[in-house]
């Protein structure tokens, strides 16, 4: 008897926008403030050297928050059920 698992796979089309750091960190703020979402105190963590990536979860409402740090970029990751946003700003901006 075979035993059978649940796939799920999701095609989603990609947009490529740029803006100024500064106009960038201020959506993060903005994102902030709307979803309570601890994202600024994730990136001093980083800039720190506590940790070199993160992420946090909650499913009711749905929402994945990813961040991670080279050596010269934060790279900021926001999924919700409606899309995907990626921010990467440099380091030296964000000291």
């Not at 070199?52 to 934060?74: C, M, W």
């Amino acid at each position: 008897m075979s035993n059978f698992t649940k796939v799920v796979s999701r095609k989603t089309e990609k947009e490529l926008n740029y803006t100024t750091s500064e106009n960038a960190l201020e959506e993060l703020r903005v994102l902030q403030r709307q979803n309570g979402w601890t994202i600024f105190e994730a990136i001093r963590v980083l800039i720190e050297g506590k940790a070199d990536s993160f992420s946090f979860t909650k499913d009711n409402p749905y929402y994945y928050f990813y961040g991670r740090i080279t050596e010269k970029t934060v790279v900021i990751r926001l999924k919700t059920k409606e899309k995907e946003t990626e921010f990467r700003l440099p380091v030296d901006q964000l000291v």
